[in-house]
């Protein structure tokens, strides 16, 4: 565990495409969002999850322990960037990753290796020459998204980031680029 880096994690959407709740399908020996959370918590100090749509069946899924803790968005259907902005209200760290709720294929060495990187503000993994998540982010990016407004539908996370210095860190590790959003993505990865 690195002191002082929070993780937000991204969970409180409507898995409309899926047919089903996705934190809560089985992945490995757990759940997705249980997959998630975990790996996460290898390397950061304080994870917040951002629950929306069935929060209450997230947060009292299991015993999460002191280290997680849940930010609700009771305006979930706003979209995605809603919740980044709930989510990074509650940050402490100076730097911060950003995580999907849905990406359980995501291992700690990625997290480990944004880490090392050398700083600017944003940190963003790729596989072949495609960014993904998570993305590890500058207290100057938090501020710019707690200022954003979030009633504005063109306001999303990477118009936010887009004029900040970016670096990319070239892994093999395709996990970053797979998110569950279909019943086809999720047989894949069973």
Do not use: C
Not at 12 to 29: D, E, T
Not at 69 to 83: P, Q, R
Not at 139 to 150: D, F, H, K, P
Request: proline residues 5%.
């Amino acid at each position: 565990m690195v002191k002082n880096i929070d993780t937000v994690v991204l969970a409180a959407g409507l898995s409309s495409r899926m047919g089903a709740f996705k934190p809560l399908l089985p992945f490995g020996k757990s759940t997705i969002i249980e997959t998630v959370v975990n790996t996460a918590l290898e390397l950061s100090e304080r994870i917040i999850v951002v629950v929306g749509f069935r929060a209450q069946d997230i947060i009292n899924l299991k015993h999460w322990g002191n280290r997680v803790v849940f930010a609700e968005n009771k305006h979930y259907e706003k979209g995605m960037f809603s919740s980044v902005k709930i989510g990074v209200s509650q940050v402490k760290s100076r730097r911060f990753f950003i995580a999907l709720g849905d990406q359980p294929q995501i291992r700690a060495t990625v997290y480990q290796q944004l880490l090392t990187a050398a700083h600017t503000d944003v940190i963003q993994p790729a596989y072949k020459g495609k960014h993904g998540h998570p993305l590890l982010l500058s207290e100057n990016v938090r501020q710019v998204i707690l200022s954003a407004g979030e009633n504005d539908p063109n306001i999303n996370l990477r118009k936010v980031v887009e004029p900040f210095r970016k670096r990319i860190v070239e892994m093999n590790e395709p996990g970053v680029l797979i998110d569950l959003d279909t019943p086809e993505d999720y047989r894949g990865v069973r």
